[in-house]
Each structure stands twice: as C-alpha cells, then as structure tokens.
C-alpha cells in the first residue's frame, strides 16, 4: 500500500511539473503539409507527366499573377479617382464612423468599402496556390483541366468584386 502510495505521487508531481505544449497549425504548415503529399505522389509519375505538371503549374501560377495584377492596378485606379473626388469636393478625409459600423448609404463610404473589399480578395487570390489532385497517372489530364477549371472560377468571382467597386465609383461619380 505505501508504494502504491508513493507511486501515485510521482505520477501526480509529474504531470503537475511538466508543462502541457499545445502546437498551433498555420494555413502555412497545412499547405507545406499537402505540398509534401503531392511532391511524393508526383515522384511516382513519369518524367514525362512530372514535366508537363510543373509546365501547368508554372502556367497557372503566371496566369493568376498576371490577372491579379491587372484587377490589382485596376481598384488602384479606382482609389486614385475616389481620392481625386475626395480632394476637389472638399470632402472630410475622416470616416464618420469606427470602422465596424459603415455608413454605406454616403456614396464616398460605399465606394471606398466596395474599392477595399476588391482591393482585398484580389491580395488574397494572388497569395492562393492551386495544386493539383493527382488522382492517378492515367488521370493527369482530368486533374489539370479541374485546377484550371478552378481558377476561371476564382478569378470570375473576383472580376464580379472588382465591378461591384466600380459601380460603387460610378453612382458616386453621378451624384
């Protein structure tokens, strides 16, 4: 009974003693994650398939910078116009409001949340990465064509934001 004893002590002062580590998971160590699975799964494609992965990938990648770049120089272009008519109308360069709770019925409010709102969702589709699934070898075609497939989607999605903050501009500019 007393070693029983004395062993319940040791496990109590042990697990009081020794500090509990919780590990926190970032988007970056799922993508590295998901990276690894594909490189290996990759590795058993012919090099010939290897080559045309890394020829799509590449081609996606530049493809998504490119139109990321151009919607990003577009709501650019925006917020330099709604700066402008900011300056020649005299109108306070102070929000009204604490940032939470927009006034969006003032034309000057609803273009310059719809402008930061594109401006946004165009940093987060340059920063995305599209990966291919890599169902099967005989399959590569198919898993190409569907992260192409969700690009067109993404950027369709994004051009919708990028117009609704230049109609935003528009009614202002009309008023």
Same mark, same amino acid.
């Given at each position: 009974?007393?070693?029983?004893?004395?062993?319940?002590?040791?496990?109590?002062?042990?697990?009081?003693?020794?500090?509990?580590?919780?590990?926190?998971?970032?988007?970056?160590?799922?993508?590295?994650?998901?990276?690894?699975?594909?490189?290996? /799964?990759?590795?058993?494609? *012919?090099?010939?398939?290897? /080559?045309?992965?890394?020829?799509?990938?590449?081609?996606?990648?530049?493809?998504?910078?490119?139109?990321?770049?151009?919607?990003?120089?577009?709501?650019?272009?925006?917020?330099?116009?709604?700066?402008?008519?900011?300056?020649?109308?005299?109108?306070?360069?102070?929000?009204?409001?604490?940032?939470?709770?927009?006034?969006?019925?003032?034309?000057?409010?609803?273009?310059?949340?719809?402008?930061?709102?594109?401006?946004?969702?165009?940093?987060?589709?340059?920063? /995305?990465?599209?990966?291919?699934?890599?169902?099967?070898?005989?399959?590569?075609?198919?898993?190409?064509?569907?992260?192409?497939?969700?690009?067109?989607?993404?950027?369709?999605?994004?051009?919708?934001?990028?117009? /609704? *903050?230049?109609?935003?501009?528009?009614?202002?500019?009309?008023?």
């Amino acid at each position: 009974m007393p070693q029983l004893i004395r062993i319940l002590a040791v496990v109590l002062l042990l697990t009081i003693s020794v500090p509990q580590v919780f590990a926190r998971t970032t988007p970056e160590d799922i993508f590295n994650e998901k990276r690894e699975a594909y490189e290996t /799964k990759r590795q058993t494609f *012919s090099l010939e398939n290897q /080559k045309k992965l890394d020829l799509y990938e590449e081609e996606i990648k530049n493809l998504n910078k490119f139109i990321s770049e151009e919607l990003e120089n577009n709501t650019l272009r925006q917020g330099e116009i709604l700066n402008e008519y900011i300056l020649r109308n005299d109108i306070p360069t102070v929000p009204e409001t604490d940032g939470i709770a927009r006034n969006l019925s003032n034309p000057v409010e609803n273009a310059r949340y719809w402008i930061t709102y594109a401006h946004e969702a165009i940093a987060f589709q340059a920063a /995305k990465n599209y990966m291919f699934g890599l169902s099967s070898e005989a399959n590569i075609d198919r898993d190409i064509i569907v992260q192409i497939g969700a690009l067109q989607n993404d950027i369709g999605i994004l051009k919708g934001k990028v117009e /609704k *903050s230049k109609t935003a501009l528009i009614q202002m500019l009309k008023k």
